[in-house]
């Protein structure tokens, strides 16, 4: 019994530490999320944005 518990406290280790890094399946899933929220931050300020630099626009236009 004692042998077995040895055993298995010196595997029980390299069973958690074969994960060493993120995968490419978290990296995809990160890179999604990413855009997902690029995405949406563009459309809810696009307007927005848009309106403003039609503010700049015309007053650079009526001054040059």
Not at 30 to 53: D, E, N, P, R
């Amino acid at each position: 019994m004692k042998n077995l518990l040895i055993t298995l406290k010196s595997k029980i280790p390299t069973v958690f530490k074969k994960e060493v890094g993120a995968t490419m399946v978290e990296y995809a899933i990160m890179l999604a999320l990413i855009a997902v929220v690029s995405i949406v931050i563009v459309k809810a300020l696009g307007t927005s944005v848009s309106s403003v630099f039609n503010v700049v626009n015309s007053s650079l236009q009526t001054t040059g």
